[in-house]
């Protein structure tokens, strides 16, 4: 509150000084929302008229090369898609796909940082040599995979061979193609974990392993009790990550499985959105599987937070 003079209604300097305190106060918590505001602006009209515009064009049966003009036809594409077995089956192959390849770089990664934390020897080496598989572009390391599993001349085989064992149609037969696509996700991605993962393990505190180790606790209970729930919100971060970005994974099963595979067993909602809906040029059907894989993204992070959520509240 500004004090005044017993001569008048002027403020006195200690009340100007409490203005010009206040109004810093509030030009400190405004001004940085103010100079990242026109980039929110122009991000989500960029954003919102590319989606508005996507969503009209879902509603149309527009194919240039057939017709030039967009022939509006409403929700037909979605029914049509849900009333397609192949377009069902490939949901189904993209939730096992998902579920199957961040699982197992959840547990992989989880490992890995573990035990580049405790390394003691030459530990900037192996983190690099830990990451090189991250820093491959996706086709690269398809048509890389692509080679090794060969039938013919590739080395998986020539190793299964020299120790015996019978050669495998990795991405030729229909019941392995889609465990060897996953393997080559796995070991692409497990290094993003890690990385994460290190990175949070290496900024928790040290008291309550402390504190925990003076009470008498185990390897196991520290790392039960005290490492995981400090970890909780990154590993959340880490599988939204991942979550999206496998469900909608195309470059490597482009290259790895062209077409879907042996008896489509390969075949994603990504791979369903190119062979059925892009290459034959109906885009108003790959603008409708785009925002199927919109929404069941979507619902998949919206579960991973509710349960994650729940088990956090839960401790």
Not at 12 to 33: D, F
Not at 122 to 129: E, H, M, N, Q
Not at 277 to 285: D, E, S
């Amino acid at each position: 509150m500004i004090s005044y003079t017993s001569r008048g209604l002027w403020p006195t300097r200690r009340g100007l000084s409490m203005k010009m305190v206040n109004v810093s106060k509030l030009k400190k918590v405004v001004a940085p929302y103010c100079w990242v505001l026109p980039a929110i602006a122009v991000l989500i009209g960029i954003m919102g008229y590319s989606w508005a515009r996507g969503f009209l064009i879902s509603l149309t049966d527009w194919r240039p090369m057939v017709r030039p003009v967009a022939r509006f036809i409403g929700l037909k594409n979605y029914s049509d898609l849900f009333s397609d077995p192949l377009f069902r089956h490939s949901l189904l192959v993209s939730c096992v796909f998902t579920v199957g390849s961040v699982s197992a770089q959840m547990v992989l990664g989880f490992i890995g940082a573990l035990l580049l934390h405790k390394l003691r020897f030459l530990k900037g080496a192996a983190r690099t040599a830990a990451l090189i598989p991250m820093m491959l572009a996706p086709a690269v390391a398809g048509l890389i995979w692509k080679l090794f599993m060969d039938m013919d001349f590739g080395i998986l085989n020539y190793f299964l061979t020299v120790v015996g064992l019978p050669e495998l149609g990795w991405i030729a037969d229909k019941n392995l193609v889609l465990p060897s696509i996953i393997m080559v996700d796995v070991w692409q991605w497990t290094p993003f974990v890690i990385l994460l993962l290190l990175a949070g393990l290496e900024s928790l505190p040290e008291d309550p392993y402390e504190a925990a180790q003076l009470d008498g606790a185990t390897r196991p209970q520290l790392f039960w009790h005290i490492t995981v729930p400090l970890l909780r919100p990154l590993i959340v971060i880490v599988l939204l990550f991942r979550v999206t970005f496998s469900f909608r994974a195309f470059d490597t099963i482009l290259l790895l499985a062209r077409g879907g595979g042996p008896g489509n067993n390969a075949l994603t909602i990504s791979m369903y959105l190119y062979e059925r809906a892009y290459v034959p040029f109906r885009l108003g059907m790959t603008a409708a599987v785009s925002y199927v894989i919109l929404g069941v993204t979507l619902i998949m992070g919206i579960v991973i937070l509710v349960l994650t959520r729940g088990g956090r509240e839960s401790a």
